[in-house]
T-cell receptor, first 112, second 112 residues
């Protein structure tokens, strides 16, 4: 158990819908990262927050957004979902931006 | 741009054989960090090892060892005396400014 929690574990929804994925970092970690894992793209970095502020962005679609709250938990919002958004979404956390990232169990999103 | 290449797609071994996973990276940064993560069939990403660019000392930790060679931009990982529980996908990753750049992964299959 890495200490990073993600909910829900599984999510099945329809095209065009909007979902919210939630992540709670390890105690004491200030940095939160979101990654997407799909068969065709592999593991891709989406976005990073540090102590509530956006720090870096990867290949995150405009339909996706995220935020980190004052209690340091983070949410990833995915809207206007398409079939291709089906993937495993991981959250990771670290103490600082250069420290080792520990991953949550992931949320498996299926868009039908 | 950063790039991580894991040329081996799948490696199959019989229990107790050694397994070496290759990783080659590209970066223009002088300070960077290299990682190995394991993804067992259950799906979570488990941190294994981390190395920074200034430390080329190779180490052994239990059945795991790694060989970091800056001159060839390689960060290879060896599992000694493999066990069935080692069956997983292993990812090499590179980080300079927080975000992880992953390789495509190597599937390791250990049969009894």
């Amino acid at each position: 158990d890495s200490g990073v929690t993600q909910t829900p574990k599984h999510l099945i929804t329809a095209t065009g819908q909007r979902v919210t994925l939630r992540c709670s970092p390890r105690s004491g970690d200030l940095s939160v990262y979101w990654y997407q894992q799909s068969l065709d793209q592999g593991l891709q970095f989406l976005i990073q927050y540090y102590n509530g502020e956006e720090r870096a962005k990867g290949n995150i679609l405009e339909r996706f957004s995220a935020q980190q709250f004052p209690d340091l938990h983070s949410e990833l919002n995915l809207s206007s979902l398409e079939l291709g958004d089906s993937a495993l979404y991981f959250c990771a956390s670290s103490r600082g931006v250069q420290d080792t990232q520990y991953f949550g169990p992931g949320t498996r999103l299926t868009v039908l | 741009a950063q790039k991580v290449t894991q040329a081996q797609t799948e490696i199959s071994v019989v229990e107790k054989e050694d397994v070496t996973l290759d990783c080659v990276y590209e970066t223009r940064d002088t300070t960077y960090y290299l990682f190995w993560y394991k993804q067992p069939p259950s799906g979570e990403l488990v941190f294994l090892i981390r190395r920074n660019s200034f430390d080329e000392q190779n180490e052994i930790s239990g059945r795991y060892s790694w060989n970091f060679q800056k001159s060839t931009s390689s960060f290879n990982f060896t599992i000694t005396a493999s066990q069935v529980v080692d069956s997983a996908v292993y990812f090499c990753a590179l980080s300079s400014w927080g975000k992880l750049q992953f390789g495509a992964g190597t599937q390791v299959v250990v049969t009894p």
